[in-house]
Each structure stands twice: as C-alpha cells, then as structure tokens.
C-alpha cells in the first residue's frame, strides 16, 4: 500500500509485441486514442478507438491495415462518419470513432488492471508506441516491482516518464493542462522543458541543453515553446483531457 494515503499517477511509455494499433501506427503515419479494452470470457476483447490522421484517405488507409490483421475480427464505425471536431479532439485534422472486436490475447492490459492499476486517461498510440497515463494504489517501488514482472511476462519495453502523487482539480488541484491541443512534438518538447525545471525560477535547464537532449536547435526549441504556450493559452476552444 502506498504510505502516503495518496494515489499516484503514473506516465508510461509501451511497446508490447503483436498489437494491431501499434503494428498499424508503424506503417501509416496515423494515431490512435483507446478508451479501454474490456475482455470478455471467449478470450476475445472490445475496443473503442478514435483513429486520427492528417487526411481521410490517410485514415482509411489505416483501416485497411488494421482490417488484415488476423487478430482482428470486426470494425464497426460510428454514426457521423468523419469528423474533424468530434467530443475529444485529437491531433490531426480528420478522424473516426470505431467499435473494434479483437484477440484479448494480444493485449496488454490485463497485466496492468491485474496489478490494481486503474485508467487515468485515454491511451494515446502514435509512432510504434503506445503513451498510458495510470493511477495506483501502491508505493513507487511496488509500482516499478510490477512494471519488471510485466516486462518479462509480455515481452513489453515500459519506459516511466514520471510518478506524481494524483491531483484532483475540483480539490484545489492544479488545474490540467490542455495538452490534447498540441502536436506530439510539441507536447514532447513542452513536457521536457517543464519537467527539467525550464519554466521555474530560477530555471533549472537552460534551453540550451533542453536542445541538446532533444538533438534541436534553440530556436527550434523556442518555436516549438511559442506554438505550444500559444495554444495552451488559447482560452477560445474548449478544453480536453490530457492524453
């Protein structure tokens, strides 16, 4: 149990092998937004995905991929079809809601509901990888204990990217960020930066080395801080939860 009394939230990194959203990001250059896969008692699993892309026909050349995997039994699309303003927004200019019935047996989040873990927010998957955001119950060393043991039972790579004691904004937490507004890069190079302690005063990474690390240069560093502080600061479109 964690000592603390606190729930923790825990960012994550995962590639797990023989998963057909991964597999698919890997050969188009499109993403997906998971909201859970529930299992069911056949071994098979249900899925609902947003898939998102720069064009339709990038979307649906997506489809076409997942549609021939041997894991995957059947797509069913939303009413609505395309849209490129859905409830959540994702990255991209197009995307489409789907109803995806699979091989449970491929997945991975078994093994991390399993060990008490609990969703915090939509898996994102983009570039071979997938970005999980998971709440728990336990001590940070029995945390890393679980992500070793998953590791070795699913031939997975988990990369942590932070622990934090858990927030809740109607509590007089912080208020989330709107970080569904940003490119992947963009949320890369803004995280970084606010995680080495660029934003804190005295700053604790100079951008400088934030480059470096990120294999930038300065000023693209700071185009990529103005882009995403602009849209983040943006107060004109609705917010989104962080992926």
Not at 165 to 194: C, D
Not at 204 to 227: N, Q, R, V
Request: charged share 30%.
């Amino acid at each position: 149990m964690n000592a603390s009394g606190s729930a923790l939230r825990v960012t994550l990194d995962v590639w797990h092998p023989n998963c057909w959203t991964i597999r698919t990001t890997e050969r188009v250059d499109v993403g997906f937004l998971a909201y859970g896969v529930y299992s069911r008692v056949d071994g098979r699993a249900t899925t609902h995905v947003t898939v998102y892309g720069d064009t339709r026909a990038t979307i649906e050349r997506a489809l076409d991929v997942v549609d021939g995997f041997e894991s995957v039994y059947r797509m069913s699309g939303m009413k609505g079809g395309y849209d490129r303003r859905p409830a959540v927004t994702p990255p991209g200019n197009a995307s489409r809601d789907l109803l995806v019935e699979h091989d449970g047996e491929t997945q991975i989040s078994e093994a991390f509901f399993a060990r008490g873990f609990a969703h915090a927010e939509r898996t994102d998957i983009h570039d071979g990888s997938e970005r999980w955001t998971l709440l728990s119950n336990d001590d940070r060393e029995t945390i890393q204990d679980h992500f070793a043991a998953i590791r070795k039972e699913e031939g997975a790579e988990i990369a942590v990217q932070g622990i934090e004691r858990a927030t809740n904004p109607s509590n007089g937490g912080a208020e989330p960020l709107p970080l569904g507004r940003l490119s992947h890069r963009q949320r890369e190079v803004f995280r970084l930066a606010r995680d080495r302690g660029y934003y804190r005063w005295p700053t604790e990474t100079p951008a400088e080395e934030l480059a470096d690390e990120l294999g930038i240069t300065t000023s693209t560093l700071h185009e990529h801080l103005y882009k995403a502080e602009q849209k983040l600061l943006d107060r004109s479109e609705p917010d989104d939860a962080e992926p």
